[in-house]
């Protein structure tokens, strides 16, 4: 099978583990995000790079009502990655805008690190959350894209919507950021190029910064 099929292949897989609620994550260890939240880790068994991918969100301000554009970037992968597919948290205060609520497709915007992708897909997770998250009071999405060949580029992959509650407080502040999954049946995680190296991928997931949606 090519690559192209496999990425192919995966990128559905994780989408249609979405669909069905996705089910329980089963972290082999696990690290603090965010204060008070204990997050599942990459495998202990890759060694990760010296220096890789770089994922990062915005921190943003929006007054209450309005809607919030998140945008999650990268740095440092330019032309070397091919696929990604990612687990978002953020506050459940939050409304993530939807673009087809009754199969909970969301809406989002590539952008000009996406400008070559053949594949985007971004859906809710709804069903079966991980008690870290909800305990924590943190909703999820998952997105996903693929490109033929290492054709992903640098700065904005995505921007992502979330309306803030009409009641909201000034000075309130959202985090948002990556729920790593580890491999589980179809469910894992992916920030990858056409070689599957996953010293890179490694240094993605353990080196990302979060951002926030702060109410002024």
């Not at 978002?88 to 690190?113: K, R, T, W």
């Not at 859906?123 to 290492?150: I, Q, R, V, Y």
């Not at 589980?184 to 951002?211: C, H, I, P």
Request: charge should be negative; include cysteine; hydrophobic fraction near 40%.
């Amino acid at each position: 099978m090519s690559i192209r099929k496999i990425i192919a292949a995966a990128a559905a897989a994780a989408v249609l583990a979405l669909s069905a609620g996705c089910g329980d994550s089963k972290p082999t260890s696990s690290v603090s995000t965010v204060e008070g939240v204990t997050m599942p880790t990459y495998s202990k068994s890759v060694q990760a790079a010296v220096d890789g991918p770089k994922l990062m969100f915005t921190n943003v301000e929006a007054a209450a009502g309005e809607t919030a554009e998140v945008s999650l970037l990268v740095s440092g992968a330019s032309n070397n990655w091919t696929m990604c597919g990612l687990h978002i948290f953020f506050g459940d205060e939050l409304e993530c805008v939807m673009d087809d609520p009754a199969q909970n497709f969301i809406e989002y915007e590539l952008g000009p690190a996406s400008k070559r992708a053949s594949l985007s897909v971004g859906m809710l997770w709804t069903n079966k959350l991980p008690a870290e998250l909800t305990s924590s009071h943190l909703s999820c999405l998952f997105f996903t894209e693929t490109f033929d060949g290492d054709k992903g580029g640098d700065g904005e992959i995505v921007k992502f919507f979330f309306k803030v509650p009409e009641n909201a407080k000034k000075g309130t502040v959202y985090p948002i950021g990556i729920y790593y999954m580890p491999p589980d049946d179809v469910r894992e995680d992916m920030f990858r190029n056409t070689e599957n190296d996953r010293s890179l991928e490694k240094y993605a997931f353990e080196n990302w910064t979060g951002g926030s949606v702060t109410v002024v």
